[in-house]
């Protein structure tokens, strides 16, 4: 079974600018999932999705933060503009079903400068 | 809203003694806990999960139990071996039809195992 697959693996970009995250989830997971771990704690819930729909964006800074999954396979996370406070690795999940059986991907480590 | 509590933050032991991590959950719905392993520069790996109709599960030399009343749940790892050196995360959760079973991670423990 493959596993969940994210790019890049790693991402510097200056304060101010833009960047994307891709995720693409074990196949069949209907439940996606986009974590924030900055250095020294735990994962942090940006955004959950079932198939295409949000089910949970509560801690998801919605004025700078986005987040889609087309066709409930593939999802983007895009961070416009970003602040010195988004470093941090931004991990992707998916489950076969809400709240068990998660899988995480290896994630992608964004620095801002 | 749902909050995790563990500890200790660091962990040191020799190599064959026994280390334990503890975590503390607020939301007493919730009914899953599980925990990761996560070795530097990698993905959280799943290494051992309870559900709350259960109050102990064990696989080779990892335990976890669970106590529903006091809100509590610990992860037991017998006989450490260096590569068990890594942080661990507890983790709690309401799984279930009309929840969204997203998880509350603690803060992390980082466990040495010295040789």
């Known amino acids: 079974e493959a596993g969940v697959a994210q790019s890049p693996r790693y991402k510097i970009i200056e304060k101010r600018q833009s960047v994307a995250f891709w995720c693409n989830p074990i196949s069949g997971h209907a439940t996606l999932y986009w974590y924030q771990q900055i250095l020294g704690q735990g994962p942090k819930l940006l955004i959950q999705f079932q198939n295409n729909g949000v089910v949970d964006d509560s801690q998801l800074p919605k004025d700078r933060f986005s987040a889609e999954r087309l066709k409930g396979v593939d999802s983007t996370l895009k961070i416009q503009p970003a602040k010195l406070e988004d470093s941090a690795v931004y991990l992707c999940?998916?489950?076969?079903?809400?709240?068990?059986?998660?899988?995480f991907g290896s994630g992608t480590r964004l620095t801002v400068v | 809203g749902e909050n995790v509590e563990q500890h200790p933050s660091t962990l040191s032991v020799q190599e064959g003694d026994s280390a334990v991590i503890k975590c503390t959950y607020s939301?007493?719905?919730?009914?899953?806990f599980p925990w990761y392993k996560q070795e530097l520069g990698k993905r959280p790996q799943l290494i051992i999960d309870?559900?709350?109709?259960?109050g102990e599960k064990k696989d080779q030399r990892i335990a976890v139990t669970l106590n529903k009343t006091a809100k509590h749940f610990s992860l037991h790892i017998t006989e450490t071996q260096p590569e068990d050196s890594a942080v661990y995360f507890c983790?709690?959760?309401?799984?279930?039809?009309?929840?969204?079973?997203?998880?509350?991670f603690g803060q992390g423990t980082t466990l040495q195992v010295k040789p």
């Open positions: 983790a709690a959760s309401i799984y279930g039809s009309s929840n969204t079973g997203k998880l509350i």
């Open positions: 939301d007493s719905a919730s009914n899953y």
């Open positions: 999940a998916s489950s076969p079903r809400q709240g068990f059986g998660y899988t």
């Open positions: 309870i559900r709350s109709n259960v």
